[in-house]
């Protein structure tokens, strides 16, 4: 009975949507907290999110349900905790890592990272499992053990944990059940509900475009943007967009362990050049935004010399140790290994290029190293290392990447995947950096 009356509730609040109106506040409130409750059936708000998904959603509209999401459940308790405190997100990509170097570089400037991050889906690796890779590694923590970890190291690693915008837990599993996941106001809502949960000063968005990305087109990128960039300053968060390529893997590195390796790489100094120009360049922004750094300029540097003098890489192993690794396996870059590796040569003499970023991803998830359903288990130890990047000049028979297999699985297709997508006839390459917007 009690449900039935809330369902008929809830069909006033489809209506307005599917005539094309905005949700009151009331509205909002009524389904994110009923829905939230398991008062709203899936099947009504599955209805009202294919409504939002055609009808969209008006600016204030989405700042008042981004709200909802929000006071749906915990924030972060950092009362006590001397800040600043920021944070970067990325909308996903091939071999997007950067998050791992970008805070203990950050912590180890003085500012301090609580990063909540997800896993990974599809064609892309999440931050969560390649952080797993380390043995030991755990990021299921509770809100005090991330506040504890916060609190000692300057920076932590963890998951949506129950308490934390538990709205946006139940919308995205709907979503993600309904093929509604691709609606604009809807991911800017999810991510910057879990992002203002954790009390940020500033935060940097990366929305990625390319063949790569979740959003392929950059205009569809720019619209997220301004979608997330209208949230942040309804909520006063100072928040920067940059639009960046997803055209090529980021580093050279695609797989889990393989991308950790790569990390200690970047945070020794070292690494590929275009993840060490991000990690420097969100950084400087961060730093600035929060007065730590006189310009973006002046922050980038200092990232810089945090990664070149070891304190990043030391913030890294103490998160590390906190969240139950060992800080050898990191000091002394000790990760799981596949035990077969296979060379994958170029087809054809040229300049490379990569026709679908996206194959690169989907040849990682055919070797073990992916998820096709949230339920599927991970080889850490597989991937791909790249020996050579988009732009360099090839000849046939070379060398291209090593592909790091367990006894053959998969390998066939992932070697398919590789070999659609690349080319050699690659001529202008898209900027790494495309855009940045500022709320
Ligand atoms: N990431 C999120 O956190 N939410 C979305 O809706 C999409 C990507």
Same mark, same amino acid.
Do not use: N, Y
């Given at each position: 009975m009690k449900e039935r009356r809330l369902a008929m509730d809830a069909r006033d609040v489809l209506r307005t949507k599917r005539d094309g109106g905005e949700l009151s506040p009331e509205e909002i409130d009524a389904f994110i907290t009923g829905y939230s409750r398991g008062e709203i059936p899936d099947y009504v708000a599955s209805a009202l999110l294919m409504g939002i998904f055609q009808v969209g959603m008006a600016e204030g509209e989405l700042a008042y349900w981004t709200r909802a999401m929000l006071n749906s459940g915990a924030r972060l308790d950092l009362e006590g905790i001397e800040g600043p405190f920021v944070d970067k997100h990325s909308t996903g990509g091939v071999g #997007?890592? @950067?998050s791992l170097p970008l805070a203990p570089a950050l912590a180890a400037c003085g500012v301090r990272v609580p990063m909540v991050s997800g896993r990974g889906l599809g064609h892309t690796g999440g931050t969560l499992d390649k952080l797993e890779s380390? +043995?030991? *590694?755990?990021? +299921?923590? $509770?809100l005090d053990d991330l506040r504890r970890v916060l609190e000692s190291a300057g920076a932590v690693f963890g998951a949506q944990t129950a308490d934390l915008v538990p709205a946006d837990k139940k919308l995205y599993a709907l979503r993600d059940a309904t093929g509604l996941v691709e609606s604009l106001p809807l991911i800017a809502s999810s991510i910057l509900s879990k992002k203002l949960a954790e009390g940020l000063d500033a935060l940097v968005l990366d929305v990625k475009f390319g063949?790569? $990305? *979740?959003?392929?087109d950059a205009e569809r990128g720019t619209e997220l943007a301004r979608a997330m960039l209208s949230i942040a300053r309804s909520f006063e968060l100072p928040t920067t967009v940059y639009q960046t390529s997803m055209e090529a893997p980021l580093g050279r590195a695609v797989g889990h362990a393989l991308e950790i390796e790569e990390t200690i790489a970047c945070l020794n100094g070292g690494g590929p050049r275009d993840l060490r120009e991000l990690v420097t360049t969100f950084g400087g922004e961060l730093l600035a935004a929060v007065r730590r750094a006189p310009d973006r300029g002046a922050g980038a540097a200092a990232i810089a010399a945090s990664l070149d003098d070891g304190s990043a890489l030391t913030r890294f192993a103490t998160i590390v140790e906190l969240q139950g690794g060992d800080r050898r396996s990191v000091l002394e870059v000790d990760l799981p290994r596949a035990p077969h590796e296979h060379a994958f040569e170029a087809a054809g003499s040229g300049v490379l290029g990569f026709a679908d970023c996206r194959a690169i991803g989907l040849a990682v998830c055919a070797l %073990?190293? %992916?998820?096709? @359903?949230?339920e599927d288990r991970i080889d850490p130890a597989v991937g791909i290392v790249w020996e050579r990047t988009a732009g360099d000049p090839v000849r046939a028979g070379d060398l291209l990447a090593r592909v790091h297999h =367990? #006894?053959? =699985? %998969?390998l066939d297709e992932a070697l398919a995947h590789l070999a659609s997508g @690349?080319? *050699? #006839? $690659?001529s202008d390459r898209s900027p790494l950096v495309l855009k940045r917007l500022e709320a």
């Open positions: #997007d890592k @950067v380390i +043995e030991g *590694f755990t990021t +299921e923590l $509770a063949s790569g $990305a *979740f959003l392929g %073990g190293g %992916g998820r096709r @359903v949230p =367990r #006894d053959g =699985r %998969g @690349v080319h *050699f #006839d $690659a």
